[in-house]
DNA sequence: GTGGTCTAGACCACC
DNA sequence: GTGGTCTAGACCACA
């Protein structure tokens, strides 16, 4: 699974770190149980320092998507993720006045969101990289 | 219309200005032309530091929610906001992808959008008391 | 309030500023809203680098002990933590094992834990340094 | 006697080992002269390298918990253990801070207390059925 | 001036 | 070899 980061973008590394590995699970190029790279692998790999690989996956386990491993390596969690709908909601109204202010209907929107939801099943189902 | 700041969250105070005032526009309690309140006066209000409401109020303008009225003050815009569908549909996948991992359905996530934009078109819809 | 830190000790720095801290909220050293030094003051009068504090800061933001305030410096929490009795129990069993086993009697045990506990009303009553 | 060990935990996993062990003793489920499992037989039970079982009973040895058999073996030792109160106490305070945070009474912070170590003494007061 | 982020390089505990 | 911890020094966003 390779990782793409945006050294100039405003969101910190160790963020999008987070939010691909995220993307990963979700969308079935990482499976539940299967070992992640090492942060030393992932920092040389991507070219970034190893305590900022540190905090992503720190990040990762504290949200319980994945899980530290003592007898060595990191594994991708088997639990559910903790996000609230309450929390989800509040970010999505931010999203949805942005949007309705752009102009987009109510059914673009929806149109929008559920190609966010099944964009991951449709790449999920095509076991190209798997 | 009162500004709920929250200093502790993670969110820059000034965005969470900006926010709030762009949910006040969309969901109605702010109408296109309407005037706001003076850099000053909502610094006093919220208790922040007066360049931090200006910071606001600037990338306000930038993204085409406020403009500047010529007689000093400052307004709401008429025209439409910026915000592109690529932004968005990358915005909504992350979104998605933690919904999925938190056990919620694609029909529990299309409703929860839902309800996120139409929270604002019922309340947009009662503007005849402004 | 000093901070006494043993550098040769096994649990980490990061972990014994937490602690200590912990003890000057329990004991009334601390007070609620009251302003904790900026990460890099405490760093200089501990003379520990500046992210192993604000690592120590984080985890105790993070546990709910104390607040960031956007606008500038860090502010002792007045909401409670979050330890949860179940974690505490299960800490409790094992320094009431090791208790047992070295032949402290039951009573001897519970004059000790009211005294770990008492103890911080005691220095709290004392206002010499507060 | 089952060992439960949590490969995800922050603790590691020979002092879980040593605890599992102490408790166990304590509690009176492992008797004074009770023939320990070799660190070969535990090591293919738990699923955990040999030299981290070795580690665990090491440390059980120098603490004084058990004793090497002249035959070879390992057994539990029949003298006591060396927690100092001191320790112990230190311990204690921290755990009694975290407890009035979270708003545990001085009451309910004792019962706590005695329920730890009590669990024990119910069961160690049956040792006549061995 | 405050905390947030990142780097390069190092040592140690654990397995 | 793995993650955990620490350091010294730096830049930036925020207020």
Known sequence: MLM?????SATPIY???????????????LCAGE??????ALAVETGVNVMTI????????????ITADRR???VVSSSKGSV???KLLGE???????AKLAG???????????????GMIAKGSKDDDV
């Open 4 to 8: 793409q980061l945006d050294f100039a």
């Open 54 to 65: 540190n905090k992503a996956y720190q990040l990762l386990k504290q949200e319980g998507y």
């Open 92 to 98: 999505l109204r931010l999203r949805a006045a942005a």
């Open 84 to 86: 609230s709908s309450e």
């Open 15 to 29: 963020r999008q770190i987070c939010d691909q590995l995220i993307l990963g699970i979700a969308d079935g190029r």
């Open 35 to 40: 070992k992640l790279p090492t942060i030393r």
């Open 72 to 74: 060595g390596g990191t």
């Open 104 to 118: 987009i209907s109510g059914d673009n929107w929806l149109e929008l969101c559920g190609l966010a939801y099944d």
